[in-house]
């Protein structure tokens, strides 16, 4: 919500600085999102009136304007805006003048005829951001006098209030919140509710109490449509809102100063009666906004004897609403329920000032005051007569029930008494009963219990007064603090591995289903999304991954490496939310350099990754491809638990996203610290190694990771590295069989504390090939 500070300055006595004021909001839970200065705060640019021009005898697209500035003698002007007509109030820089951006005034010649000045833009005044145009000024505003008398300077607040506090949807609101923040005396509209007949009749009716326990209606006659004044314009313009005509405007004012939205009906298209009722079936209403709203019974209506007339606390409907032709007036003032302005709103995605304040809790007891404050500005700036009845349905909604407050609760809960607690709480309206119980405003329903009261004495005596007197201590670690301190150890391993973290969207699209490398399609699916794209929870992180690479390629990347570690969704019971690893790896991973060429990432470099995430080697076994990875594999730890899932993206699919080369996907269950095992430093070997090669012959079919398995479960201490470093075949059988590989691999051996000799290695390195023989069936090559 926008707030005028100079509006507000009619409510309250502020002096202090917009840098204090804004403290103040602040210390009472306002945020302060922005602050804006606005208005002319210029020397020499005055108001000035056109009285002829005539088209520029060497430019067709210049004018030269005789101006009145006030000065008696006239000014000419070369001009170059069209929207502007003799007789018409516009702002003159005079010569030394100074415009924003140091633009600086002076008699100077256009196209050989003498300019005098310059008339101005909004823009070029800094009063708008763009502008086709001069700034065309309201018929009344003085010749002669300076701008600032039109535009006098202004400090708008952008606040963001929370939904528990509707008070503060107004200037009397804040006007009050801040008078108690600062110990002021607010000054708010004062009207007489007795000074009107308040009476209950068949001109209007109530089917449905439970929506609205309260409804009044007051008709004005003879009433004049028009223009607003220019301060009434001036004020809706700094609140956020365009001024319409003299009775929207005032509407929108009332609901601005009293935050009680009020609606007024054309008199001449309202036939018979009032009657606040359900929609029925197949009835429409064309709203204020142009749009054609399909209706239901679950939909509140304000409607006469034929037609709907309104959406109840949301928009009026364009057919009954005001027209430059309207003589006769009703004007409505009303409380709803909250919730069904809220089910109404959201249920039609039909979202309006009137309904963000009725669907929060408007004040019941300002229902009659709002429209006696709406009456008199009709009356002033319409000219309407106001007949002398408001004509009434239903009751007006009791008050919150008197709050129970004790002292010692007070303190006890403080850590300390407040003497002043009884004063605090008076400046906010709240009452005390001679039963020792305390009433709350009407217009606050956030106070309800005696917790309430107890945190607004906090909040106006402060909470910097409150010591603190509970020391420190440290808490045992949980299971969440080992989660996540191993999640962050994994994102940092990951970065320190080249990679960059992604984060992508929770919700995602039904294409996205056939971006997973699981066969899982069971997922979680919005009933009502706020848009298609956001139907489904993600099943899955690898999609989100694949749309953020192409993002980047579509931005002249080369090379994409990223990792998200985030939550997942599946309709499985057993497993509806989880946490994953997601890798993905595309593009080039060596760039070209003048003693190189470049390399593309290929699957083992994720396999790297996908072994550094599982904190230990894995195996991986080969599926089916499906129809995103044409290369799919199982992750299994080396007990054959399914970690995951690793593969190649087809290039068909890569394509579509502009992914250009290769493009490899990981997908791992993230456990915690068990997939981020800790590296381990050992000191520098201090003796040789000796090196031995085998080969031997294997099926076609073994894989080298049984070979690296067996090796590794053997447990030889001085047996500390293997590498394969030849596989041969050959498919004719003429030096090995056809159905057989040879494969070749070299091993390392080496003790902590001394140096080996042939002997001992010979000894280790026969026990080895004697493994391999009876563990995977292979005849050695000697």
Known sequence: ?????????????????????????????????????????????????????????????????????????????????????????????????????????????????????????????????????????????????????????????????????????SYAGIARELAAILNLQATLPVLDRSAVEVRSGPQVTVSEPEGCPYIVFRRFRNVKVGPSPGWLQERLEASGLRSINNLVDITNYVMLELGKPVHVYDAARVRGGFHVRRARPGETLLALDGKRYE???????????????????????EESGVQ?????????????????????????????????????????????????????????????????????????????????????????????EIPEARELLQRIGVTPLNDGTWQPPSYRPDLTREVDLIEEVCRLAGVDRIEGRVAGHATPSSAADHAHDAAMALRRRLVALGLFEARSLTFTDETALAETLSPETRVWRLKNPLVEEMRVLRPS???????????????????????????????????????????????????????????????????????????NPVSLERVEPNELAGLLCRVRTRGGELLGWCGQVRPSMAVRYDVRGNLFVAELAFRGGRLAQPFVFRPLDRYPAITRDVAFLA??????????????????????DFQLFDVFTDPAGARIPANQKSVALSLTYRAPDRTLTQEEVAEVHQRVKNRLVNRLRVTVRE
């Open 1 to 169: 919500m926008k707030i005028s500070l100079r509006w507000l300055r009619e409510f309250l006595p502020l002096a202090g600085t917009v840098e204090e004021l804004s403290e103040a909001m602040i210390a009472s839970g306002m945020e302060v999102g922005a602050i804006e200065r606005r208005g002319v705060q210029l020397d020499q640019v005055v108001v000035a009136q056109i009285d002829s021009f005539h088209p520029h005898p060497n430019a067709d697209r210049l004018s030269v304007c005789q101006v009145n500035d006030g000065s008696g003698r006239p000014r000419q002007i070369v001009c170059g805006a069209k929207n502007f007509s003799a007789g018409d109030k516009v702002p003159l820089a005079l010569p030394g003048a100074v415009l924003p951006g140091d633009f600086k005034i002076k008699v100077s010649k256009l196209r050989g005829v003498e300019s005098e000045g310059m008339l101005c833009s909004p823009k070029e005044l800094n009063l708008a951001e763009d502008s086709a145009g001069l700034l065309i000024l309201p018929s009344d505003a003085p010749v002669g006098k300076p701008l600032s008398s039109v535009y006098p300077p202004d400090v708008i607040f952008d606040l963001e209030l929370t939904p528990d506090r509707p008070d503060l949807l």
């Open 295 to 317: 209706l239901s019974e679950s939909h509140l209506l304000i409607a006469d004897g034929e037609t709907p007339l309104g959406l109840a606390g949301v928009m009026g409907g």
């Open 324 to 416: 430059p032709a309207t003589t006769d007036v009703w004007l409505e003032s009303a409380y709803f329920d909250p919730g069904w302005i809220r089910a109404m709103s959201r249920g039609l995605g039909l979202i309006s000032d009137a309904s963000v304040r009725f669907e929060r809790g408007v004040d019941p007891a300002s229902v009659v005051t709002a429209a006696l404050r709406a009456s008199e500005l009709i009356r002033d700036l319409a000219g309407g007569k106001p007949e002398e009845v408001l004509w009434a349905a239903g009751e007006e909604p009791k008050r919150v029930a008197p709050i129970t407050l004790r002292p010692e609760r007070c303190a006890r809960l403080l850590g300390r």
């Open 541 to 615: 992180l690898v999609p989100g991954l694949i749309r953020a690479a192409g993002r980047n390629f579509q931005r002249g990347a080369e090379s994409v490496a990223l990792f998200e570690l985030g939550r997942v969704f599946r309709n499985d019971p057993e497993q509806e939310e989880s946490v994953s690893v997601g890798i993905l790896l595309a593009g080039q991973r060596d760039a070209k350099r003048w003693n190189r060429d470049a390399r593309d990432f290929d699957f083992f470099d994720l396999k790297g990754v996908v072994n550094v995430v599982a904190g």
């Open 699 to 720: 099926p076609l079919d073994l894989k080298y990771d049984a070979v690296e398995q067996t090796l590794r479960e053997q447990s030889e201490p001085l047996l500390v």
